[in-house]
């Protein structure tokens, strides 16, 4: 292991993560690798928390990340109540509980804009970064792991770095990533990248030598998660996606290759990738933030070409398959920095068609990503909005109804917004599909409840609709607005969102 | 003027008004050049609504601008029964009646969308195109007058072009506009602009001669508006925005020449950039969407070096000064396409100021620019979400409060979400400025509520968060459902906001 650091002089800042743990004190500000539990640091902050817990010690820290972390770091720093604020995005059950009581102060943002504000000097400078790679180079240079996410941004911003070298992250990840690095305003310019997979930076991460503190040793492999089995919901959702992308080639506005994907996270996400298999769609590339186990088999089977990402996050299945075929996929993937595979320059420019799931959707296209009843925060927004907002086509897809149908995930009115209605273009559920552009707020009311509306609530929705017409005298957009959030408020009250 | 027809073969193209009008038949999709009461055509738009007046004709069209146009077209139109469809934006009094009455379906767009739908093959194809011009190249190229706008796209998807040539339009307008059109993805590449004031297309909108169908002469003016004169809480927001913009230098985020300038439209934005004229910022330049007055008289006072921009649009006061001082004027403005000055490639790589007016905004930052009470369109969202989502700094400002008091601007929840509690940063009303830049929705809500909310709703305000943090026990995003729209339901039901 020795080997991987490849600069001699860094060999005697090696120490075990406890040791390495002490760097991290009291009041700091911490930025980590990683982005979704893949390719972040895990001995260390397993150190840090267990230090912690022992000594009763007094420790509370900002945390910034790419994205999610595994629970070798979100899940054990919050049940040692390490953290005082999080950024920029997560998914953890006990973070999570306590960013909703109150404990943990949490910046929901959009990921495009968590590197952009520490590089503008917004955000507290990061005192020190943990990164998880596969060597450090000659220079002291270093090779991620499985995920760029914002670690060039923590390194650059770090006084002191702390490098965890992974035995299980295997070498051949070495000329995977593709690090280029924006200047700021006025310096910026263009991104130099053209088309997906274009190759425009270095094969490592740049770093000052001097501001490595410790390297450590890891064999611990990334926390990855099962899908849940493709449910007939997800099925459907999936087969009207592809439907209406068909519906696209043969209006001439789209060729079977398509334009770049761009697919979030999640199962539904994953399932309509899956999808894509048994579709005529053809030399298909992807320009996002994860590539999920969907994404890898469609490279297997041909269907994709090239796909550019952050981050490799599959399931345990799919990573066993990346691992035993990773040479097939060394030339088909590009890792990038958040701030280049999430870019709203490169999302207009590429044309991406930006696919994303919603936790709620009203009858005027307003989506809701992140919060349960408009209050309770589920995850964030994540890349939604990066991608959203300048795709080509940005498409929102969700079951109908959640919670054994106590719930129509179609509203009056969304809880809270993260996507708004100028941003939206098609709304898909398992009953159809809902194209909106080129409609105003009333057509796209009449579509959605025809087409995405669950039968359950659809007499129901029809009807606050047509009160509201009629109360509004048919204006821009009718709400009656004590009753609009009523719907959420009857199934905190009753436990359903119906009448 | 027939000299301003450089084509020999198009002045047999020459009509009346009323002939040409002719061209415009029932059910077409009619698209105009103009961008706010700026480069719009006048006469035949006129005489249409006349002849369908006359001979009691059906007619409804469909009608694409850059921008909201003149009373000669949205006023006439409205009043004529002409309009079915509007988009992307109006201002219209008559046309916002009718809009929220159900007698005109309208679209809100980002402007930068609506080209792109057109473009994209997405909006259906215009039949006629009218655009007002300066003069008609030796190729049939057209010259544009005050505003850029749309017009390029209209001309490219236009089956007729029906061009009015103004004799009131100065012909030291050629030359001003930079023409660059985008390509579709995947074909698109980045936009060569490095800094607001390069010039990368041509001086003239390139049109197929075959196309134009008329060409008639117009001698009406541009019906600017006057601007109210600057009220003291304008003046307030105004010292607080620039005091906020000098903090920031201090804090060594900006420099003295700040970073380009994009502003708002109406009285507010234009009192903002007045109070930069006894700033101590210099070497400013702006890439904005409209030049009004404030914005000429920083240039011609030194401090504005370049402005880009798609239309200028001053007050009679104003645009008499930019006429005598025209060759002043030249090398400093360029005049670009709605898709390249709203560009969101541009916004983020030049690292723009964002400041914007909203109707309303809430505790966590959410911000309404269109709709009153939910329901009612008030302009539409214009440019501002082209420019907010992607700027270096996103700046939202409000009188505190409206309607002498009775109203709170700043509100538990809005009634409508046009700009995200992701993408806003800085809220700025007379009271004081928000700074919500690396803050939790509940730290963000406290300081909107001290330094943002009028007195007369402080208590109020504050014992409604108070509430909802104990009611959800401190949860991410606190409310009460039964109670966030209820400030607005009061103000219908009784007349105001007070409790
Ligand atoms: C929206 C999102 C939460 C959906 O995730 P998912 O795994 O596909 O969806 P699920 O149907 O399993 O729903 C997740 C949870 O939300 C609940 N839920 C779904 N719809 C709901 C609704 N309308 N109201 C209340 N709860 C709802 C589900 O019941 C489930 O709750 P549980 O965990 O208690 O069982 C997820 O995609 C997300 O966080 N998105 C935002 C970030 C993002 O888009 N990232 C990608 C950008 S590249
Ligand atoms: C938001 C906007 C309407 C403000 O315009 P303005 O002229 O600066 O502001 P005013 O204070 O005069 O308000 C305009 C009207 O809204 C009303 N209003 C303002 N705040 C209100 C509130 N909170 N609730 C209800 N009505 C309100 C005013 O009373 C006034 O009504 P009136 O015409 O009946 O007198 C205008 O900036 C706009 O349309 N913005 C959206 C588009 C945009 O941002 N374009 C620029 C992008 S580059």
Redo the contacts between chains.
């Keep these: 292991m020795q080997s991987r650091i490849r600069n001699e002089q860094l060999k005697e800042k090696i120490m075990s993560p406890m040791e390495a743990s002490k760097l991290i004190k009291d009041g700091m500000v911490i930025g980590t690798s990683g982005f979704t539990p893949s390719g972040y640091p895990k001995v260390v902050p397993l150190a840090l928390a267990e230090r912690v817990k022992r000594d009763n010690e007094k420790m509370k820290l900002t945390l910034y990340s790419g994205a999610s972390l595994g629970p070798e770091v979100d899940g054990a720093w919050a049940e040692a109540g390490i953290l005082a604020?999080r950024l920029p995005y997560q998914t953890n059950k006990q973070l999570r509980q306590d960013?909703?009581?109150?404990k943990v102060?949490?910046?929901?943002?959009?990921l495009s804009?968590s590197s952009q504000?520490l590089n503008?000097?917004?955000?507290?400078r990061v005192d020190v970064a943990i990164v998880e790679a596969i060597a450090i180079t000659e220079d002291g240079n270093i090779i991620p792991t499985s995920a760029v996410g914002n670690s060039p941004s923590f390194i650059k911003s770090a006084d002191k770095i702390i490098v965890e070298i992974s035995s299980k992250q295997p070498v051949e990840l070495e000329g995977m990533s593709d690090i280029y690095m924006l200047e700021?305003?006025?310096m910026?310019?263009?991104?130099?990248i053209?088309?997906p997979g274009d190759r425009v930076g270095t094969p490592f991460i740049v770093c000052d030598k001097d501001k490595i503190a410790a390297v450590v040793f890891s064999d611990m492999e990334d926390h990855v998660r099962d899908l849940a089995p493709i449910s007939d919901v997800d099925r459907a959702i999936s087969k009207n996606i592809i439907n209406f992308l068909e519906k696209e080639v043969s209006?001439?506005?789209l060729t079977k290759n398509l334009?770049?994907l761009q697919s979030g996270v999640g199962n539904v996400a994953n399932a309509v990738l899956a999808g894509l298999c048994d579709s005529t769609f053809e030399n298909l590339v992807c320009y996002t933030e994860v590539i999920q186990d969907a994404m890898l088999e469609l490279m297997q089977c041909g269907k994709i070409k090239k796909a550019s990402a952050c981050s490799i996050s599959p399931s345990p299945r799919g990573l066993k398959s990346f691992r035993e075929n990773i040479d097939f996929f060394k030339d088909k993937i590009i890792l990038r920095p958040l701030e280049i595979s999430n870019?709203?320059?490169m999302a207009?420019?590429?044309?991406v068609i930006a696919m994303n799931t919603a936790i709620e959707v009203d009858i005027y296209g307003?989506v809701n990503s992140t919060?349960i009843?408009?209050?309770?925060?589920m995850n964030g927004?994540g890349g939604s909005?990066d991608f959203a907002?300048?795709a080509?086509l940005t498409i929102f897809s969700t079951s109908s109804i959640a919670k054994g149908g106590k719930i129509s995930s179609i509203v009056p009115m969304v809880?809270?917004?993260?996507?708004?209605e100028?941003?939206t273009m098609i709304i898909v559920t398992e009953q159809g599909v809902a194209d909106l552009?080129?409609?105003?707020?009333?057509?796209k009311a009449r579509l959605i409840i025809e087409n995405c509306v669950h039968p359950d609530f659809k007499e129901q929705m029809r009807d606050y609709f047509n009160r509201?017409?009629e109360v509004?005298?048919?204006?821009?957009?009718?709400?009656i607005?004590?009753e609009?959030?009523?719907w959420?408020?009857n199934f905190?009250e009753t436990g359903t969102m119906k009448k």
Excluded: F
């Design positions: 604020k960013i909703n009581c109150g102060e949490y910046l929901d943002m959009h804009h504000y503008y000097g917004i955000l507290p700021n305003p006025p910026r310019t263009h991104i130099p053209k088309t209006l001439g506005r334009l770049p870019s709203p320059e207009r420019k590429l044309g307003n919060h009843m408009g209050s309770k925060i927004i909005g907002r300048n080509y809880s809270h917004v993260d996507h708004t100028h941003d552009r080129g409609l105003s707020p009333k057509e509201a017409c509004c005298q048919s204006c821009h957009t009718p709400h607005l004590e609009a959030l009523s959420h408020a905190v």
